[in-house]
């Protein structure tokens, strides 16, 4: 019998742990739960028609390139139409180079790790922020600092004396309809951050995947957008978007726009991890928002989230009442939520989570989404792939478990 091998893993490893929310998953496979668990978009939503078109349009019009290796920096006619995208959103100085195509941006934040990021390097994170966000910053040595954030965002007073402090790498935002919190960040706090960039010269990434995804009156243009008005912000500014959650996170498409050396070497890493991403994704996608379809379907997608996104509001006050705090969301997938602990109910979240499993419903505790000192009482609940009749039971099986 040959002898157990042990295996010496990269020191690396020690500073992160497996996703908390990839191990609730493993605990729904219970049958009749039901899931405000996920952060990802309800697939009855997706064009499945338009994507079939756009797939069919990539292999007429150039199925070699379509199925082809392609550049690193990703496939033209897509750029282009992504260039036109973020100009129909205000950002109208984008130009094809000045963005990279991403395996999703999930893989724009690991390039941002790769280039940005020596072990020690201070990197200034909202409390709460995206969790993938923590776990891949860390994984390549960062030490992250929280900056408060409100009902508008990251608060900027703190914020400028966190980077006065502590002379960060760079600041990441989720500045629009964050994950976890929701909070969309004011117009006139864009502007303070945009200036504090210029100020201390230091790097702002800006994370906008749900930005598209608002209810009622539009959230203020992106940092990239308003950079313009803030003379030397581009040249210290990088933004991250995706098709996951407005088209299909299956095609895995997302893309960065940096300063050019920025770009250089992200696209350089980028060689290394997977040579490119999906071309007959990126034909795929490129037909799709040629062929104008992106505005009826962002305009669908609006009106059932904001349906759920009511019905889930409306529930929890009438469910749980002063048992539970929230701001109504605006925009985006998610309640996040804080216990209150009125009336002797439950408090801590994770051992809501617990509860609430045994009762059929599911969601994410808070206390993962924090760098640092994390608020035990707070949770996440996604309205996005629940009717408003399974939002409802849910809530109800919920007030069961508080």
Same mark, same amino acid.
């Given at each position: 019998?040959?002898?157990?091998?042990?295996?010496?893993?990269?020191?690396?490893?020690?500073?992160?742990?497996?996703?908390?929310?990839?191990?609730?998953? +493993?605990?729904?496979?219970?049958?009749?739960?039901?899931?405000?668990?996920?952060?990802?978009?309800?697939? @009855?939503?997706?064009?499945?028609?338009?994507?079939?078109?756009?797939?069919? @349009?990539?292999?007429?019009?150039?199925?070699?390139?379509?199925?082809?290796?392609?550049?690193?920096?990703g496939y033209n006619?897509?750029?282009?139409?992504?260039?036109?995208?973020?100009?129909?959103?205000?950002?109208?100085?984008?130009?094809?180079?000045?963005?990279?195509?991403?395996?999703?941006?999930?893989?724009?934040?690991?390039?941002?790790?790769?280039?940005?990021?020596?072990?020690?390097?201070?990197?200034?994170?909202?409390?709460?922020?995206?969790?993938?966000?923590?776990?891949?910053?860390r994984l390549y040595?960062?030490?992250?600092?929280?900056?408060?954030?409100?009902?508008?965002?990251?608060?900027?007073?703190?914020?400028?004396?966190?980077?006065?402090?502590?002379?960060?790498?760079?600041?990441?935002?989720?500045?629009?309809?964050?994950?976890?919190?929701?909070?969309?960040?004011? @117009?006139?706090?864009?502007? =303070?951050?945009?200036?504090?960039?210029?100020?201390?010269?230091?790097?702002?990434?800006?994370?906008?995947?749900?930005?598209?995804?608002?209810?009622?009156?539009?959230?203020?243009?992106?940092?990239?957008?308003?950079?313009?008005?803030?003379?030397?912000?581009?040249?210290?500014?990088?933004?991250?978007?995706?098709?996951? +959650?407005?088209?299909?996170? #299956?095609?895995?498409? #997302?893309?960065?726009? @940096?300063?050019?050396?920025?770009?250089?070497?992200?696209?350089?890493?980028?060689?290394?991890?997977?040579?490119?991403?999906?071309?007959?994704?990126?034909?795929?996608?490129?037909?799709?928002?040629?062929?104008?379809?992106?505005?009826?379907?962002?305009?669908?997608?609006?009106?059932?989230?904001a349906e759920r996104?009511?019905?889930?509001?409306?529930?929890?006050? =009438?469910?749980?009442?002063?048992?539970?705090?929230?701001?109504?969301?605006?925009?985006?997938?998610?309640?996040?939520?804080?216990?209150?602990?009125?009336?002797? =109910?439950? =408090?801590?979240? #994770?051992?809501?989570?617990?509860?609430?499993?045994?009762?059929?419903?599911?969601?994410?505790?808070?206390?993962?989404?924090?760098?640092?000192?994390?608020?035990?009482?707070?949770?996440?609940?996604?309205?996005?792939?629940?009717?408003?009749?399974?939002?409802?039971? #849910?809530?109800?099986?919920?007030?069961?478990?508080?």
């Amino acid at each position: 019998m040959p002898l157990p091998t042990t295996l010496h893993f990269s020191e690396r490893l020690n500073n992160v742990e497996t996703s908390a929310i990839r191990e609730l998953f +493993k605990l729904l496979g219970k049958p009749g739960i039901i899931s405000f668990a996920g952060g990802f978009p309800d697939s @009855a939503m997706f064009d499945v028609e338009g994507i079939r078109e756009a797939v069919n @349009a990539a292999l007429l019009d150039d199925p070699g390139a379509a199925l082809q290796y392609g550049a690193t920096e990703g496939y033209n006619p897509l750029r282009e139409q992504l260039a036109a995208f973020m100009a129909s959103k205000g950002a109208k100085d984008v130009a094809p180079e000045d963005l990279i195509v991403t395996t999703g941006s999930q893989q724009a934040l690991d390039l941002l790790g790769k280039t940005m990021i020596s072990p020690g390097d201070k990197v200034i994170v909202e409390g709460p922020t995206f969790l993938a966000t923590i776990q891949c910053f860390r994984l390549y040595g960062a030490e992250l600092i929280s900056a408060p954030i409100d009902a508008y965002g990251v608060q900027t007073d703190k914020l400028e004396q966190l980077i006065a402090e502590h002379k960060p790498k760079f600041v990441y935002l989720i500045p629009t309809f964050g994950n976890p919190s929701g909070a969309t960040l004011s @117009a006139e706090r864009r502007k =303070k951050v945009l200036e504090m960039a210029v100020k201390y010269q230091t790097l702002i990434v800006e994370d906008d995947p749900y930005g598209d995804l608002y209810f009622g009156e539009a959230p203020p243009p992106s940092l990239l957008a308003m950079s313009a008005s803030v003379p030397g912000s581009r040249d210290l500014l990088a933004h991250c978007g995706s098709l996951s +959650k407005v088209l299909s996170p #299956g095609l895995r498409v #997302g893309w960065m726009i @940096a300063p050019p050396e920025l770009l250089a070497n992200a696209t350089m890493c980028k060689q290394f991890s997977d040579a490119h991403t999906s071309t007959f994704a990126q034909a795929t996608a490129a037909q799709y928002l040629k062929a104008g379809r992106m505005p009826a379907t962002l305009s669908n997608v609006r009106k059932v989230y904001a349906e759920r996104a009511q019905a889930m509001g409306n529930a929890l006050r =009438k469910e749980l009442g002063d048992a539970i705090e929230f701001v109504q969301p605006q925009g985006g997938l998610f309640v996040w939520a804080r216990l209150t602990g009125a009336g002797g =109910k439950v =408090k801590d979240g #994770g051992e809501l989570a617990k509860r609430a499993i045994e009762k059929g419903v599911a969601f994410v505790p808070g206390a993962p989404f924090y760098a640092s000192n994390p608020d035990l009482s707070t949770l996440r609940l996604s309205f996005a792939t629940a009717d408003v009749g399974k939002i409802e039971e #849910g809530v109800r099986r919920l007030a069961q478990a508080v």
